[in-house]
């Protein structure tokens, strides 16, 4: 079998009195690409400087592709490439040379170095722009010049924190394409995002880590059932009969129906059998009290939901248990 | 696969690596023309100001020409000043995440830190090499030998070696450019406060402490002292050994302090 891609264990790593990683446990396979989500703070971009050997963990053991961070860490950065939210080029120097230095350090001689550089950026569309200065580039461009010095070397593992922020939507799809189809080239792909998405369009594997713990994990579809099924959407023709509507799908033990003003839809999961049970008894009452509704339709939860449900929601249930007590 | 077994096992060295770094940053400031014409031109400005405008008032500084005075300390002061930019570089360079990019490469990662000296060295000898011409164009000149001269300029690169680390620590520190550029403006207090534009006699006495005891009087007084070779005794009260070595003590002692800061504040990151 092959080595996990990561292996994380217990991971805490404290800066003075917060605490960044709060035992933090994950394991990856190898070929996919994997989106970590979480509120700010949560501790996404520590764990990514920690797998890329940027930062000395306080206790837990993590492994790159079977190799122990702590202990070889330069073994690691063999075999990671790391491109960040900031495009980390000379801006003073050309695409070419910027792709040649870092080829240089991964340790290429400048033969091969000169071959990897044309190949990326030939992969990349930049070949036109290669002798032209960093600086007169787009943004996109770029980051694309970012994600391609990654890959002037084959990195197993590629790490990409928050690869798209402050693009505009071109940009954004361009550089989604681009990084489509790496692994099919033998890297992997590890990206946190504050776009969900983004981690929908991308990733097979979805992680969500909030106070520096995982809270979930899985393929997409999977984290969806976990928040209780389907989404049932009751779309109102007036909007006066919103909160009527919401009062009457309201379930205790359930989650609290989502009233959208604009649209007029009040949506709420569908929960366990008992939940459904319910469902069906506030739409009875929806239609004894003469509600008219234009449509309803049932639909899978949407990512965001999936996040709500286990990061912010969770605390404002836990308030909600409090005041009532 | 064969391609990862043939990079896997190479690693590029520390001397390989420190010429890439330094590379880029000599590359980075040659092609950013405000740089390279804005820091000459202000070059000549200051020291064709002092040597035309302030130095009819001071006639003669202890019994020097002014412009004999004026032009090795204007050269010593200018050691810091040349290289503020190395401050702003390297806080820049870590918040855009270049350093960190950089440190997750198989390299040994001292070289983020030699590249950068290297090539303040070579920046600082090409803007040396200017205030010297323009020194010469407006009437210095040497009183001692051409290899005292030629001392001078390689004492003003040791001097160069040891704020390299002083303000690779403060860009370190500041966390922003903006933020650096401000610490390293604590760099104007010790140059003015100092026997390099005007002699420390003039000053009143608790400034006067001051300027004895601080390291840019000492380099200037050491860059003065080899200008003057055989001379230095009639004009400054010592031979030109006395200055140099009492320069090279503060310039090691600088080089220490800051080495040890820099590489603690850079290892934390």
Not at chain 1, 184 to 213: F, N, S
Not at chain 2, 134 to 151: E, K, T
Not at chain 2, 209 to 222: K, R, Y
Request: charged share 20%.
């Amino acid at each position: 079998m092959a080595d996990l891609t990561i292996e994380a264990r217990g991971l805490i790593k404290r800066f003075g009195k917060k605490t960044a990683l709060d035992g933090l446990d994950l394991a990856v396979e190898p070929g996919q690409v994997v989106a970590v989500l979480g509120p700010n703070g949560a501790g996404k971009t520590t764990f990514v400087r920690s797998v890329a050997t940027l930062l000395r963990l306080d206790s837990g053991e993590l492994r790159v592709a079977g190799i122990d961070v702590r202990r070889e860490p330069e073994a690691v950065r063999r075999v990671i490439g790391l491109a960040g939210q900031y495009a980390s080029v000379e801006p003073a120097m050309t695409g070419r040379e910027n792709l040649e230095m870092v080829a240089r350090l991964y340790g290429q001689p400048a033969r091969t170095a000169r071959a990897n550089a044309t190949r990326v950026l030939e992969r990349f569309g930049l070949a036109g722009d290669a002798d032209r200065l960093a600086r007169t580039y787009s943004g996109g461009m770029r980051r694309k010049l970012d994600l391609g010095a990654s890959l002037v070397s084959t990195p197993r593992l590629l790490l990409l924190d928050e690869p798209t922020t402050g693009l505009d939507p071109r940009a954004r799809i361009e550089l989604w394409d681009a990084i489509d189809g790496l692994v099919e080239h033998g890297t992997d792909v590890l990206l946190t995002t504050q776009y969900l998405e983004e981690a929908e369009r991308l990733a097979g594997h979805i992680v969500i880590i909030d106070h520096g713990r995982v809270v979930a994990s899985g393929p997409p579809a999977q984290l969806k059932r976990r928040v209780g099924g389907n989404v049932l959407e009751v779309h109102v023709r007036d909007r006066a009969d919103l909160a009527k509507v919401a009062a009457s799908l309201a379930r205790p033990g359930h989650a609290e129906p989502q009233v959208d003003e604009a649209t007029c839809v009040v949506s709420v999961g569908a929960g366990d059998q008992a939940g459904i049970g319910g469902l069906i008894a506030g739409l009875r009452a929806i239609d004894d009290a003469g509600v008219e509704l234009a449509d309803i339709s049932v639909r899978q939860p949407k990512l965001e939901e999936v996040f709500l449900a286990l990061t912010g929601q969770e605390s404002a249930g836990q308030a909600r248990v409090r005041a009532t007590k | 696969m064969t391609t990862i077994a043939a990079t896997g096992r190479r690693r590029a060295t520390l001397p390989a690596s420190t010429v890439l770094i330094a590379k880029r940053a000599v590359l980075s400031f040659l092609r950013t023309p405000q740089l390279v014409v804005l820091g000459t031109v202000q070059l000549v400005g200051i020291l064709v100001t002092f040597r035309y405008v302030f130095g009819g008032a001071f006639g003669t500084s202890q019994g020097l020409p002014y412009v004999d005075f004026a032009v090795p300390g204007f050269i010593a002061a200018g050691v810091p000043f040349t290289l503020i930019g190395t401050a702003v570089v390297m806080a820049e360079d870590l918040h855009t995440g270049f350093i960190d990019r950089l440190r997750s490469l198989p390299f040994p990662s001292a070289a983020v830190l030699a590249g950068r000296v290297l090539a303040d060295s070579v920046v600082l000898t090409w803007s040396l090499a200017i205030a010297t011409a323009v020194g010469f164009a407006i009437g210095f000149r040497l009183h001692g030998s051409i290899l005292q001269g030629l001392a001078a300029f390689g004492l003003c690169l040791v001097f160069g070696l040891a704020f390299s680390w002083v303000f690779m620590t403060l860009g370190l520190l500041a966390g922003n450019g903006q933020a650096a550029q401000g610490l390293a403006m604590l760099i104007f207090p010790l140059t003015f406060g100092s026997s390099a534009y005007v002699p420390v006699e003039t000053m009143p006495g608790w400034l006067r402490a001051f300027a004895e005891n601080q390291p840019i009087t000492s380099m200037a007084d050491a860059v003065r002292a080899l200008a003057l070779g055989g001379h230095a005794q009639d004009f400054l009260g010592h031979s030109a050994a006395y200055y140099v070595i009492r320069s090279l003590m503060w310039s090691a002692g600088i080089m220490i302090v800051f080495f040890a800061l820099a590489v603690a504040c850079f290892r934390r990151r």
